[in-house]
């Protein structure tokens, strides 16, 4: 069910131990309530599988979503 209302892009980070995953997702600004943007539901649920497969450590199915930054250990 699409939600009604201007469709903006925005830049979403998400973070696991190993990696971050920069990726462009849709948000929308509801005609009922436009104080703030909202995500609907498909964006909700792509959100939760990057963070599933950042956590498994599945880069070649991240690269295909967004930039994927690695952790680096220091000293």
Known sequence: M???GERI???RL???EKYVI???VEM???IDDPSEPC???ETVQLLREIKEHAEEGDVAWLT???KVYA???VG
């Open 2 to 4: 699409r939600i009604p």
């Open 9 to 11: 892009k925005r830049t």
């Open 14 to 16: 998400i973070q696991s």
């Open 22 to 24: 920069a990726v462009e």
């Open 28 to 30: 929308v600004i509801p």
């Open 39 to 41: 995500y609907e539901p």
């Open 64 to 66: 295909k979503q967004g």
């Open 71 to 73: 952790a680096m250990e």
